[in-house]
Nanobody, 126 residues
Framework: QVQLVESGGGPVDSGGSLRLSCMISDLRADNYAIAWFRQAPGQGREAISTITNADISYYANSMKDRFTISRDAAKTTVNLEMESLKPEDTAVYYC????????????????????WGQGTQVTVSS
């Protein structure tokens, strides 16, 4: 089955930048969407962005100014560029994949996703 592995998390100072990566393996479908979510301690899972196999992306309104999603040419890695980080961005960041569309609908609902990575911790210090 498909596997997703996040990397790139770590400590960063407020105002800094990080690039998270989600490596996808054993992907045999042509129709899918990959999303990034985050979960802070004591909080629910929050949607950040998604990108489809057609390279169509969607963002949460609160995220689109500082976060950028992209996919590498080989289509095996989805990246999340984060800039101007704030302490409130501290969370575990997850990538997830879904195989049922339409991908623009309910993309921000974590229950729509079929497989998840293990997460990568991002800690922003003030």
């Amino acid at each position: 089955q498909v596997q997703l592995v996040e990397s790139g998390g770590g400590p960063v100072d407020s105002g800094g930048s990080l690039r998270l990566s989600c490596m996808i393996s054993d992907l045999r479908a042509d129709n899918y969407a990959i999303a990034w979510f985050r979960q802070a301690p004591g909080q629910g899972r929050e949607a950040i962005s998604t990108i489809t196999n057609a390279d169509i992306s969607y963002y949460a309104n609160s995220m689109k100014d500082r976060f950028t999603i992209s996919r590498d040419a080989a289509k095996t890695t989805v990246n999340l560029e984060m800039e101007s980080l704030k302490p409130e961005d501290t969370a575990v960041y997850y990538c997830a994949i879904r195989f049922q569309g339409p991908y623009g609908l309910d993309w921000d609902k974590w229950t729509k996703y079929d497989y998840w990575g293990q997460g990568t911790q991002v800690t922003v210090s003030s």
